[in-house]
């Protein structure tokens, strides 16, 4: 039975693997899911996946957000397949060819999710980079129509905000999976960062998230432990 710490992903945007080891013993009990991006795969690469595994039994997200031919999605999606982690992504970007590939390379090994439109994204930022006016007046419309080629393409599910993620299990279903970022517990609302369409992790479970990455609100608190806590607690009584 999933419980309310298996929804929190706990994403290692850190510099080092050691830093990564220091979080991942200090949380291992508290989350579901540790997430590696870029930031952290270009410096350390395979090697920290294989240190999350040994240090702990909660899941991996590797978050490389593939954007490129499909050829090369493919074969990308191959590679990390052979890795094994339970979740990965890939923009859902211009066509449905590239996220078929996705999903074809992935074998079935790897649950791969679309990424939508970036959390850090706003409708303003849609209209500079000249989309068709429907969906500068309602970015959800674009949110959706990515979600819809995703699901057609064969994706597990997509990344969105927690406020799109009510529409899209509305919509595609509730086995699609909806991983939304942009979390901001209510203790931590008061600090502006990059991130733009944000939700408290009570909101986003009512909106019918499956999973809460959440970084930042956790990894700065004075305790992380406490942090990570806080926030079970929060998704607990969501969930009632
Ligand atoms: O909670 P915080 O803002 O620190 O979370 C940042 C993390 O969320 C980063 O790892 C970033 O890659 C991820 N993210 C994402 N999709 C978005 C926005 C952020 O996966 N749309």
Redesign the pocket.
Known sequence: MKQAKDYIIF?L?LPSAGDARHYIGLLSEHVGMF?V?LELFIRSGPEVIKIIRDMSKAGIFL?LKLHDIPATVSRAMESIAELGVNLTTVHCGEEKEMLKAAVAGSAGKVNVLG?TV???VSAFDIQKAGFENQYCTDITKLVLKRAETAKDAGCAGV?CSGLEAKMIKNALGKEFLAVT???RPAWSLNKK?D?QRVTTPAAAIKNGSDYL?????I?DAKDPVSAAVLTAEEIRSALQ
């Open positions: 994403p945007d997430k991006g978050d990424v970036l959390t850090s990344v970022p942009g979390i960062d991130q990455v959440i970084g930042r609100p990894r």
